[in-house]
């Protein structure tokens, strides 16, 4: 299986201030129809996960642009430009181009 | 508006027997490849299990396979998972999931004596 790693695992923000976390995937993401199916997931507390990226790069309808993503091969980011209140709670990448699809254990972001 | 209303979760004893449904609304259910996707009480995601349009490919975690089986009714737009011999690593929320965009509400499935 394709292992996810995630840093940091937790992450104090200050608001108005840009936050970024990293994601590893064990293997190569490109699958046999040339894309990279890495995506990016935001679950706030109580909440279900709501997918914010897909592709690596393209925001899901109505994502807020502050969050954007990007990378290749097996490194990608999210980054927040400025952070907002309601940006608190847990991200998770996960990899969907090797089955089983595969998720990062999570980082937590939460004010400092 | 599109909706994923999941239902059948409880409690259950080790070694018993559940089956979770998915009902879908306000898209074309039958367009979409469907998922259940599990996270256990304080931890992370983990995908279950997949099934294409039509039923005809189906895929699991190692973990479920030969006890989990997916599967769905496009007359009905709805979804379902058969779960058989549970244990307690199973006890968690499982989300029924299109694509990996739209996620359900979930529901809490607790395996325990």
């Known amino acids: 299986d394709v292992v996810m790693t995630q840093s940091p695992l937790s992450l104090p923000v200050t608001l108005g201030q840009p936050a970024s976390i990293s994601c590893r995937s064990s293997q190569g993401l490109i699958h046999t129809d040339g894309n990279t199916y890495l995506n990016w997931f935001q679950q706030r507390p109580g909440q279900s996960p709501r997918r914010l990226i897909y592709k690596v790069s393209d925001r899901d309808s109505g994502v807020p642009d502050r969050f954007s993503g990007s990378g290749s091969g097996t490194g990608f980011t999210l980054k927040i430009s400025r952070v907002e209140a309601e940006d608190v709670g847990v991200y998770y990448c996960?990899?969907?181009?090797?089955?089983?699809?595969?998720f990062g254990p999570g980082t937590e972001v939460d004010f400092k | 508006e599109m909706q994923l209303v999941e239902s059948g979760g409880g409690l259950v004893q080790p070694g018993g027997s559940l089956r979770l449904s998915c009902a879908a609304s306000g898209f074309s259910f039958s367009s979409y490849w469907m998922n259940w996707v599990r996270q256990a009480p304080g931890k992370g995601l983990k995908w279950v299990a997949t099934?294409?349009?039509?039923?005809?490919?189906?895929y699991y975690v190692d973990s479920v396979k030969g006890r989990f089986t997916i599967s769905r009714d496009n007359a009905k737009n709805s979804l379902y998972l058969q779960m058989n011999s549970l244990r307690a690593e199973d006890t968690a929320v499982y989300y029924c999931?299109?694509?990996?965009?739209?996620w359900g509400q979930g529901t809490l499935v607790t395996v325990s004596s």
């Open positions: 999931v299109r694509g990996s965009e739209n």
């Open positions: 099934i294409k349009e039509d039923g005809s490919e189906k």
């Open positions: 996960m990899q969907a181009t090797h089955w089983p699809f595969t």
